[in-house]
């Protein structure tokens, strides 16, 4: 007879425990904490802690920037000073404006060498006057220019001088005329009024005025211009005259 097998042992089964519900263990992720890097990636907060870093650690102001503040005051002071001085002087002295005239003239000698070219010899008397009661001037710059019909024909410059108030003075000035260039009309126009004895010029003077007034004194340019009609040489002598001074 076959022998049978022995018989197959049931296989213990597993377990299962159930875990009850009030035994779930929720695992806690660790916590993130902020760090200084992450606030300062923030540009808000960087600004903040930049400022309280300077709050906490404040500069010195350098001094150069000190001293240009101090110049630049002290300028500022001297410029008012100056501006209300200046105002006070016109508001209450009204400064007046030396005057040019010319109350003489002499005109020697008018002739050409060529058509073109002119030679002359002509002598005035410049009458500076100081109209002023309680301001010196001074004259600093005198230039004198001779015209013909607005064609420069003599320049002459006066040395500097003083004036007191309400003081006049008398200055001779001699200007000649050596080969000047004409051109055609002017020099037949100059040789018309030679024939017709009438002889037109026109004096133009550029001053340079300092005026003084115990320790304020200001600077400043004055234009004189006189138109004459004269005589013709070799005797001529002033018929008429238009003077003006102005600034």
Same mark, same amino acid.
């Given at each position: 007879?076959?022998?049978?097998?022995?018989?197959?042992?049931?296989?213990?089964?597993?377990?299962?425990?159930?875990?009850?519900?009030?035994?779930?263990?929720?695992?806690?992720?660790?916590?993130?904490?902020?760090?200084?890097?992450?606030?300062?990636?923030?540009?808000?907060?960087?600004?903040?802690?930049?400022?309280?870093?300077?709050?906490?650690?404040?500069?010195?102001?350098?001094?150069?920037?000190?001293?240009?503040?101090?110049?630049?005051?002290?300028?500022?002071?001297?410029?008012?000073?100056? @501006?209300?001085?200046?105002?006070?002087?016109?508001?209450?002295?009204?400064?007046?404006?030396?005057?040019?005239?010319?109350?003489?003239?002499?005109?020697?000698?008018?002739?050409?060498?060529?058509?073109?070219?002119?030679? @002359?010899?002509?002598?005035?008397?410049?009458?500076?006057?100081?109209?002023?009661?309680?301001?010196?001037?001074?004259?600093?710059?005198?230039?004198?220019?001779?015209?013909?019909?607005?064609?420069?024909? @003599?320049?002459?410059?006066?040395?500097?001088?003083?004036?007191?108030?309400?003081?006049?003075? #008398?200055?001779?000035?001699?200007?000649?005329?050596? #080969?000047?260039?004409?051109?055609?009309?002017?020099?037949?126009?100059?040789?018309?009024?030679?024939?017709?004895?009438?002889?037109?010029?026109?004096?133009?003077?550029?001053?340079?005025?300092?005026?003084?007034?115990?320790?304020?004194?200001?600077?400043?340019?004055?234009?004189?211009?006189?138109?004459?009609?004269?005589?013709?040489?070799?005797? @001529?002598?002033?018929?008429?005259?238009?003077?003006?001074?102005?600034?």
């Amino acid at each position: 007879m076959l022998a049978l097998p022995p018989p197959l042992s049931p296989q213990p089964q597993k377990e299962t425990m159930s875990t009850p519900l009030q035994q779930i263990v929720i695992s806690k992720q660790p916590m993130i904490q902020n760090t200084p890097a992450q606030y300062t990636e923030n540009p808000a907060t960087r600004k903040l802690m930049k400022q309280q870093t300077l709050l906490r650690q404040p500069r010195r102001t350098n001094p150069m920037v000190w001293c240009c503040a101090i110049v630049c005051l002290i300028f500022s002071l001297l410029l008012i000073f100056f @501006g209300i001085a200046t105002l006070i002087i016109f508001l209450v002295i009204k400064p007046k404006t030396p005057l040019f005239d010319i109350p003489g003239v002499s005109l020697s000698s008018i002739y050409f060498d060529s058509p073109e070219n002119f030679n @002359g010899d002509f002598t005035f008397l410049a009458n500076f006057s100081n109209p002023n009661r309680k301001i010196d001037v001074r004259f600093e710059y005198v230039y004198i220019e001779l015209y013909f019909s607005d064609r420069l024909i @003599g320049t002459q410059t006066l040395p500097p001088f003083t004036q007191r108030q309400r003081e006049s003075r #008398l200055e001779t000035v001699h200007l000649i005329s050596s #080969l000047v260039s004409l051109p055609n009309n002017l020099g037949l126009e100059l040789r018309r009024q030679v024939q017709i004895n009438r002889v037109a010029y026109d004096i133009r003077g550029t001053f340079r005025v300092r005026a003084n007034l115990g320790l304020i004194h200001f600077s400043y340019w004055l234009h004189g211009r006189c138109q004459l009609e004269m005589t013709g040489p070799p005797t @001529g002598v002033l018929v008429t005259r238009s003077c003006r001074t102005k600034r």
